[in-house]
């Protein structure tokens, strides 16, 4: 008999049984998963006998938690493990686009213009600003980021993708709570199976979100009695607003000032604590645009930005900044959406310039990590990821080498660090080795 086949027929029992089925007779505790496979066997019949067995499991955890078995089977008969997924969480990007390159291509005159545009067409965007306080520009923003405006929100099977991932991937729990979530949606009757559809990690809809930050925060935007960021620009918008709010937006208040600092300034201030902008004034840093400070915005901490180094522009994030970290904890996408809602409501470019930079491959970066932790240095994890601890860890090195203590990796900074490991390593004493007596 198939072993999907077998998935149905066989929860029932599984459900009140101690003993699950498991790959060539191995019998496990209900509740503990058998020893997954080896990386190489995921995708062949390994892989396939151990996402089956996950599934039964599943299955059986679900009954208990209250889900009908018309919804689970609906749901999950003749799943399958999708490849694309697999290979999708276990990517590592080759390169790294720098920060400038990013902006230039999302923050477009094209993209501007259709922004603008919608602002116009979405009358239900004064209600929904009104009652969340967000800005119908910064919504517009994560709109255009997360889906272009709605045109592209996903193609994948959202539930197969979660089950690969709980089965097969790095996160089961997570992946489990989120497919647990899709069971809800469907017992509800908020979208039909059909529907759930996005992108290969989960997130659903125009505004791209996650099966259970669909069932907390999804709102009503154009008054139907229906939460439907799939098909409704305001439902998706308002849900935005909605996770915005919950995640600490702060009305009346902007998301980040640029400035210009003077000669001499001292870089390693930056991503540290925070100050009001009146203090970081007082260290010279003058807003690029020439204008003062709102009342509400004076008296708001303010962290200094330098995504591009000493080079690049600067910038005081306020605390609405780091709620769009929220909504995708990316730098980049946070400056992203901050300067397209800015340029929807008129404002110019940033006065600073983009630098000319370099785009750093895996191994560049792997060795930067590589060689600050051998220098006595904790950039954390030699991952590829250039996040806060790398940058702190850079800006600590560079300061003790009297350079610009901006944590900018460039392609400069990767040679200086390679040179300095292989000196350190050649300056090293060698190791004794003890020879019987």
Same mark, same amino acid.
């Given at each position: ?298 008296? *708001?901490?303010?962290?200094?930005? +330098?995504? $591009? #180094? /000493?080079? %690049?522009? @600067?910038?005081? !994030?306020? &605390? ?90 460039? *392609?400069?900074?990767?040679?200086? +660090?390679? $040179? #300095? /490991?292989? %000196?350190? @390593?050649?300056? !090293?004493? &060698? ?7």
């Amino acid at each position: 008999m198939d072993r999907r086949v077998f998935l149905v027929l066989a929860a029932a029992s599984v459900a009140g049984s101690a003993i699950a089925q498991t790959p060539a007779g191995v019998e496990t505790a209900a509740g503990a998963p058998p020893p997954g496979p080896a990386p190489a066997d995921l995708l062949g019949a390994t892989g396939e006998g151990y996402f089956i067995d996950w599934l039964n499991g599943f299955y059986a955890q679900a009954l208990v938690a209250g889900v009908s078995r018309a919804v689970l089977d609906s749901a999950l008969s003749g799943l399958s493990p999708d490849p694309r997924v697999l290979a999708l969480d276990s990517r590592q990007p080759e390169f790294a686009r720098p920060v400038g390159d990013y902006i230039r291509s999302t923050v477009s005159g094209q993209r501007i213009a259709i922004g603008r545009e919608n602002m116009q067409a979405i009358p239900e965007l004064q209600t929904i600003e009104q009652v969340w306080g967000v800005p119908r520009e910064i919504l517009i923003a994560i709109w255009a980021m997360e889906s272009r405006f709605g045109a592209q929100t996903g193609d994948m099977d959202v539930v197969r993708s979660l089950a690969t991932l709980a089965a097969l991937g790095r996160r089961r729990p997570w992946a489990e709570g989120e497919l647990m979530a899709c069971l809800k949606i469907l017992g509800q009757g908020d979208a039909p199976r059909g529907m759930l559809r996005g992108s290969w990690a989960g997130a659903m809809g125009q505004t791209q979100m996650l099966p259970s930050t669909y069932l907390a925060y999804a709102a009503d935007g154009n008054g139907d009695g229906r939460r439907d960021i799939w098909n409704s620009a305001p439902d998706a918008l308002a849900s935005a607003a909605n996770l915005l709010g919950h995640d600490g937006w702060r009305r009346d208040e902007g998301w980040a000032r640029e400035v210009i600092l003077p000669s001499g300034f001292d870089y390693g201030l930056a991503e540290g604590p925070a100050d009001v902008p009146y203090t970081w004034a007082g260290r010279g840093a003058a807003r690029a645009d020439g204008l003062a400070w709102s009342a509400i915005e004076a008296a *708001a901490p303010c962290i200094l930005l +330098l995504p $591009a #180094g /000493a080079q %690049g522009p @600067a910038f005081l !994030a306020l &605390p609405n900044h780091f709620v769009i970290r929220k909504y995708n904890n990316s730098l980049a996408y946070a400056l992203a959406v901050g300067l397209l809602a800015d340029a929807f409501a008129g404002a110019p470019p940033v006065r600073t310039p983009w630098p000319p930079e370099t785009t750093l491959s895996l191994n560049d970066r792997l060795a930067a990590q590589t060689a600050l932790a051998s220098l006595g240095y904790n950039p954390g994890n030699a991952d590829g990821v250039i996040g806060l601890s790398t940058r702190q860890a850079l800006r600590a090195w560079q300061k003790a080498r009297g350079l610009p203590a901006d944590g900018y990796l460039s *392609a400069d900074m990767v040679r200086r +660090l390679r $040179a #300095g /490991a292989a %000196g350190a @390593a050649a300056r !090293a004493p &060698p190791a004794q080795t003890l020879t019987p007596s």
